[in-house]
DNA sequence: GGCCAGGCGCGAC
DNA sequence: GTCGCGCATGGC
């Protein structure tokens, strides 16, 4: 995080209108609100896979074992025990794209709680029935789709430890801060708030090459939400995403079109190819070619589910191959080691 | 110190 | 339409 931050403060004026901008949105929101706290009970739900699956880039495990995460403006801590989800919220609805949610209704919704995915498996595929019954109870999110638009425009070329930095690093600066527990969150940007910054303040603040896709999506999102993001409904997003695929310089092409499409926009059917999956598949089905050419053979594979169905292969060739603790998901799970990065700080 | 990260965009063919 | 290369930055 120290060099982010480090380069923030040394731009004088940016930094100033930076604390001027923060001061201004932070909310009288849930600051010493007392947790709203319940449980759910779930049927093959595991918590640890949803969330260190590299879907998410806002929630970590902290040392008390909590997953500790920011969904929708509001703050979350969540712990599962056997089928019990435990839950601690920062208020006691939350809006969303379908409207205000009760926290556990939110919850259900947002964790595909009571949806079991069910791929098919061809009788020989050794390695996708082995997949599967390890990844059992991984779940698709259902996120915020700005935030996983510009999240994955920014996870190009670089480690899921950077992005989350430069993810936090975005909420931080202009998002809202909200105090829970003790600890500092900060809620994703609006579109606006971005669509305000151009390149070059990306750039003095390391984003390398993304810095001038960021920009731009930013305000080709911000034209188009108008400044009322909140009333968009999903058929909305799934058009400004679908035109930011077909327009150059927004950073959003093939594999970043399609972890949208997975993640936030409900299109169960996509498959993101990345180095983790072009490698598995030409290993594994002695698929060659590029990047479109096993998409495609992987969506035809899979049809409706093909997303679980790669989720699943990414995650075990991850697991068998990844040279990081946090790649290996499985393991990661079953250990108690606190994720690297967290979403929050403490307070003062 | 070189190689590679959850790729994209552009210019040659 | 496909292929090859450059692109910032950081981690190992």
């Known amino acids: ?25 932070r909310g009288n929101h849930a600051s010493s609100r007392q947790p709203e706290t319940g449980r759910i009970e779930t049927r093959e739900f595991n918590l640890g896979y949803t969330l260190a699956g590299g879907q998410v880039f806002r929630w970590g495990r902290d040392v008390d074992g909590w997953w500790k995460g920011v969904a929708y403006d509001t703050v979350f801590h969540l712990r599962q025990v056997g089928d019990t989800l435990m839950y601690r919220a920062g208020a006691s609805s939350v809006a969303t794209y379908l409207g205000e949610m009760s926290v556990t209704g939110f919850l259900e919704w947002y964790l595909r709680l009571n949806e079991r995915p069910r791929i098919r498996v061809p009788r020989s595929d050794r390695y996708l029935r082995r997949a599967r019954d390890l990844l059992k109870g991984f779940r698709f999110v259902r996120q915020m789709p700005f935030e996983c638009v510009i999240s994955y425009i920014l996870s190009v070329q670089a480690h899921m430890n ?48 993304r810095s001038e896709r960021v920009a731009e999506t930013a305000r080709f999102v911000s034209e188009r939400t108008r400044g009322e993001p909140g009333k968009l409904t999903l058929d909305d997003w799934r058009e400004i995403v679908d035109a930011l695929k077909k327009r150059a310089g927004t950073g959003v092409g093939l594999k970043v079109g399609k972890c949208i499409d997975l993640f936030a926009l409900e299109r169960l059917d996509a498959v993101p190819v990345d180095t983790w999956v072009l490698k598995m598949a030409r290993e594994w089905y002695h698929i060659e070619g590029t990047d479109r050419r096993v998409c495609e053979w992987a969506e035809a594979r899979g049809g409706r589910s093909a997303g679980y169905m790669n989720e699943y292969l990414f995650a075990y060739y991850r697991e068998l191959n990844g040279p990081s603790p946090e790649d290996r998901v499985i393991s990661f799970c079953a250990s108690d080691a606190p994720s690297a990065e967290l979403p929050m700080r403490d307070e003062g």
């Open 162 to 209: 950077l992005t989350k930095r430069r993810v936090n690093f975005l909420a931080e600066s202009w998002g809202r801060e909200v105090a829970y527990m003790g600890r500092k969150y900060c809620t994703f940007p609006e579109p606006d708030a971005l669509a305000r910054l151009k390149g070059p303040y990306f750039r003095s603040n390391r984003f390398g090459w």
């Open 1 to 25: 995080m120290g060099e982010i931050s480090i380069t923030h403060r040394r731009q004088g004026l940016a930094a100033r209108e930076r604390a001027r901008y923060v001061a201004n949105r």
